[in-house]
């Protein structure tokens, strides 16, 4: 266990840092820190629009109208940053053979602790990354004429195939709030080369969730994304949530007894 976690703000608002200047400081870092040059470190920012697809993201996901997409080597399918979007870039050392998964899931929980100290209640779903926030029961979604979109058949439910995007608004990925089904918050998807991460969160703060629409976010069809202040119904900042995140990362990352991941040895 390291207690030693730095933090470094790139660049936010006025000075957002394009996408591929924060991919070659995080392989310039990531270099350091497997030679033991720099300690953990975590990269936070804010970018212009960008959509990036990691390594499973499958053409149809991509936007239909040609909009260029950056291909990167995370894991995870496609998403969008931009303004509003708290990222964070945790390049942590870690034992080997590397569990990834209980390092996403040390990242799950730091955000979560984020979401609840601003009043908003958030979960994992099963198989499905990042933090979310639940829907309601199907039988507990408002009825037609209620207020709000609702779907009296929904067919993302039957076929597989289903392309919200040639649907209408009542189908769009920014409208999951008022359909009150699950909606992620916050995207996550890491790679880890030479024992040593790369990528990981971006939390939705107070973006224009309308640029999820143009995809199919993170390859889920059948729901969609929402931010803390559409939650909160109220503007949140990213000067807001910055500590917030720093405090909530720095004690689950920095205080984490990080372990091998177990294998299981097969008998000769």
Not at 165 to 178: I, K
Request: aromatic share 6%; with cysteine; net charge negative.
């Amino acid at each position: 266990m390291s207690e030693e976690l730095r933090f470094v703000r790139m660049g936010f608002g006025a000075e957002m840092v394009e996408y591929q200047t924060a991919w070659d400081e995080q392989r310039r870092v990531h270099a350091a820190r497997f030679a033991d040059e720099v300690p953990d470190t975590c990269l936070l920012l804010e970018h212009p629009p960008v959509y990036t697809a990691g390594k499973r993201t499958a053409p149809e996901e991509r936007p239909l109208d040609g909009t260029p997409v950056v291909d990167v080597d995370r894991g995870g399918k496609i998403t969008w940053h931009g303004p509003g979007q708290l990222v964070g870039y945790p390049i942590q050392k870690l034992p080997r053979p590397v569990d990834v998964v209980a390092h996403m899931r040390r990242l799950e929980d730091a955000i979560i602790r984020v979401c609840a100290e601003f009043g908003v209640e958030t979960s994992r779903v099963e198989g499905r990354a990042g933090v979310w926030v639940l829907g309601d029961p199907v039988e507990q979604r408002p009825a037609p004429g209620a207020g709000g979109l609702q779907l009296d058949f929904d067919p993302r439910a039957s076929d597989p195939e289903f392309d919200p995007r040639l649907n209408g608004p009542e189908y769009a990925p920014s409208n999951a709030g008022q359909r009150r089904e699950d909606r992620k918050i916050c995207a996550m998807g890491v790679r880890v080369a030479k024992g040593v991460t790369m990528h990981g969160f971006a939390l939705n703060v107070n973006p224009d969730t309308s640029n999820f629409d143009k995809i199919i976010p993170c390859g889920i069809r059948d729901a969609g994304v929402t931010s803390l202040s559409y939650e909160l119904g109220r503007e949140v900042t990213i000067e807001e949530v910055l500590p917030v995140a720093e405090r909530h990362l720095h004690d689950v990352l920095a205080h984490a007894d990080l372990k091998p991941r177990a294998v299981e040895e097969t008998p000769a």
